[in-house]
Every structure is written in C-alpha cells, then in structure tokens.
C-alpha cells in the first residue's frame, strides 16, 4: 500500500530532473522499485506530473501579475484577500484534485480519506466508466502492420483471423 509521503518523495524525484531541463518523467504508477504497477500510486503521480508541468511554465513577471494597479488602489498593508484580481490569481494557480486543503474538522468530516484512499476511489472510477475513443483505422493498421513485421522476425507463427 502507498502513502502520501511516498508520493511526494516521487514529486520531488521528477521536480528536479524537470528544473534541469529533462522533458520526460519516468516511473509513473511504479513502486516496489518498478517491479508493481500501483493504480493508486498512478493516479496520484499524474497528479503530481500536472504540478511539476504547472511550475515548469515559470511565473509571470509584469504589471498585472505584480497588481501595481491594485497595490496603488488599495494602498500598502491593506486587505488584498478581498480584492478580484486576488481571487483572479488564485484561481490560476496549480488546482490539484487529491490533495485535499480543507481544515482538519471539515476534512474528518468528509470521511477524513488520505491521498492514497482517494486516488485509489479515482483510479477504480476511471477503470469502471472511461471509455477511449477506438483508434483511427489507418493507426490501427499501422499496428497491425508492425506486430506482423515482429513476428516474422521473430519467427512466430500466429492464425490468420478469418475475415
């Protein structure tokens, strides 16, 4: 079983290979040094990728971003929480869905499930009802194609399937 501890420990393991430049991020759903894959562990590294993409794209820095505009409405030391462009702001920031923020009384109230608890209920719910849209034909004949090619290479004989 996972916890949120270990899923952490892989945000920081793909962070800093993201910060260096490296465009790919390895090992999601892995655990159990990647002999397992984990459901669970898969849907909150997903979650955590999401962040890591979120950082990468940097923070702006110019005129609306710094709220000059409403540092000099509102005036210094005053409530900025209350304003629009406050609000406006936060609402652009990284929006995790498994990581859970509320207080600690609204959160046992709502089942007081850890991060592992509700990535698993997300992970089951994406296998019960997500369905893909089916390939376009010429990718699935390009398919095809190359697990024929394979198998000859390799020698292995398959049945036609009648058609």
């Not at 194609?145 to 399937?161: C, D, N, Q, S, T």
Request: glycine share 8%; hydrophobic share 40%; with cysteine.
């Amino acid at each position: 079983m996972c916890d949120a501890q270990s899923g952490h420990e892989k945000t920081l393991t793909g962070l800093l290979p993201a910060l260096a430049g490296a465009n790919l991020i390895y090992g999601l759903g892995m655990i159990e040094m990647g002999m397992t894959i984990d459901f669970g562990q898969l849907v909150m590294d997903n979650e955590f990728a999401k962040m890591i993409k979120f950082v990468l794209q940097g923070i702006p820095v110019n005129d609306e971003m710094l709220a000059t505009d409403v540092i000099h409405e509102i005036g210094i030391g005053k409530d900025f929480l209350g304003h629009i462009s406050t609000l406006n702001h936060m609402n652009s920031q990284s929006q995790p869905k498994l990581i859970d923020r509320r207080m600690r009384q609204r959160w046992q109230a709502a089942g007081g499930t850890d991060i592992y608890q509700r990535a698993l209920e997300e992970a089951r719910h994406i296998l019960k009802t997500h369905k893909p849209d089916p390939l376009p034909d010429d990718v699935l004949a390009t398919m095809r194609a190359i697990v024929e090619e394979a198998e000859e290479e390799l020698g292995v004989i398959m049945p036609k399937a009648d058609k």
